[in-house]
C-alpha cells in the first residue's frame, strides 16, 4: 500500500467513526494511532482532504472531554464512581495533556465534586487498616494479649498504646524512648 493510499484509508476511516457517532479522540491522536502524519494529510490527500471541522458528526476535544466530565460528575453524585478520573477519561481515548488542558481552561475540578472519592487514600482504597498496637507488637515480636491483662501508656496525652503484661519493662522503656514523647498515665 503506498502512502496516499494509507492516508487515504486512515482519514475515510476517520470520517466513517464521526459519521456513526463513534469518534475515538481527536483526529490528531487517531493518525497518531494508525502511523500517519496528520500534519502530512492535507498535502498528501490534496483536493480530497476536507477540514476536520466540517465532518458530519465530528466533536472537537473540548466538547468530548465536557461529556466525558459531566458523565464523571454525574456517576459520583450517584454514588457509582467508576474508579479514578484519569483512568475514566483514557478509557474513552483522551490523554492527560488534553483533559488537563480542558479542565484548566474550565476553571474545573475533580476534587470536590458531590459524592467523589479519592482513591489514592480515601475511603474506597484498597489499603486495609491496621491498628496501631498491632504493628508495635508484630515489630517487638509478640501479640497483645487479651484486653483485660494489658498495660496501657498514654503517649503525648492523646494515644494509648497497650503491652501485654507479660511484657518486659524494659521493652516498653525503649518504645517510649524511640517515640521520644512525653509518657504519662502508665495503668495495669
Same mark, same amino acid.
Given at each position: 500500500?503506498d502512502k496516499v493510499e494509507?492516508y487515504?484509508q486512515?482519514?475515510?476511516?476517520f470520517?466513517?467513526?464521526?459519521s456513526t457517532?463513534r469518534?475515538?479522540?481527536?483526529?490528531?491522536?487517531y493518525?497518531?494511532a494508525?502511523s500517519v502524519?496528520? $500534519? /502530512?494529510?492535507?498535502?498528501t490527500?490534496?483536493n480530497? @482532504?476536507?477540514?476536520?471541522?466540517t &465532518? *458530519?458528526g465530528?466533536?472537537?476535544i473540548?466538547?468530548i472531554?465536557?461529556?466525558?466530565y459531566?458523565?464523571?460528575k454525574q456517576?459520583?453524585?450517584d454514588?457509582?464512581?467508576p474508579?479514578?478520573?484519569a483512568?475514566?477519561?483514557?478509557?474513552?481515548?483522551?490523554?492527560?495533556?488534553?483533559?488537563?488542558?480542558?479542565l484548566?481552561?474550565?476553571k474545573?475540578?475533580?476534587v470536590?465534586l458531590?459524592?467523589y472519592v479519592?482513591?489514592t487514600?480515601?475511603s474506597r482504597s484498597? $489499603? /486495609?487498616?491496621?491498628?496501631f498496637?498491632?504493628?508495635? @507488637?508484630e515489630?517487638a515480636?509478640? &501479640? *497483645?494479649?487479651?484486653?483485660?491483662s494489658?498495660?496501657?501508656?498514654?503517649?503525648?496525652?492523646?494515644?494509648?498504646?497497650s503491652?501485654?503484661?507479660?511484657?518486659?519493662?524494659?521493652?516498653i522503656a525503649?518504645?517510649?524512648?524511640?517515640l521520644?514523647?512525653?509518657?504519662?498515665?502508665?495503668?495495669?
Open positions: 500500500m494509507r487515504r486512515v482519514f475515510l476511516s470520517k466513517e467513526l464521526c457517532g469518534q475515538p479522540s481527536s483526529f490528531s491522536a493518525c497518531k494508525n502524519d496528520q $500534519c /502530512q494529510m492535507r498535502q490527500l490534496k480530497e @482532504f476536507q477540514n476536520i471541522k &465532518l *458530519p465530528y466533536r472537537s473540548s466538547h472531554c465536557s461529556v466525558i459531566e458523565d464523571f456517576k459520583c453524585a454514588g457509582r464512581q474508579g479514578t478520573f483512568d475514566f477519561y483514557r478509557s474513552h481515548g483522551i490523554t492527560w495533556e488534553q483533559m488537563h488542558g480542558y484548566k481552561r474550565n474545573l475540578k475533580v470536590g458531590p459524592g479519592m482513591l487514600g480515601g484498597r $489499603c /486495609q487498616e491496621i491498628p498496637e498491632d504493628v508495635i @507488637f515489630e515480636g509478640f &501479640l *497483645p494479649a487479651d484486653t483485660c494489658t498495660i496501657t501508656v498514654k503517649v503525648d496525652g492523646h494515644v494509648a498504646v503491652f501485654p503484661t507479660d511484657t518486659d519493662v524494659a521493652v525503649r518504645f517510649v524512648r524511640k521520644g514523647k512525653e509518657v504519662g498515665d502508665v495503668g495495669a
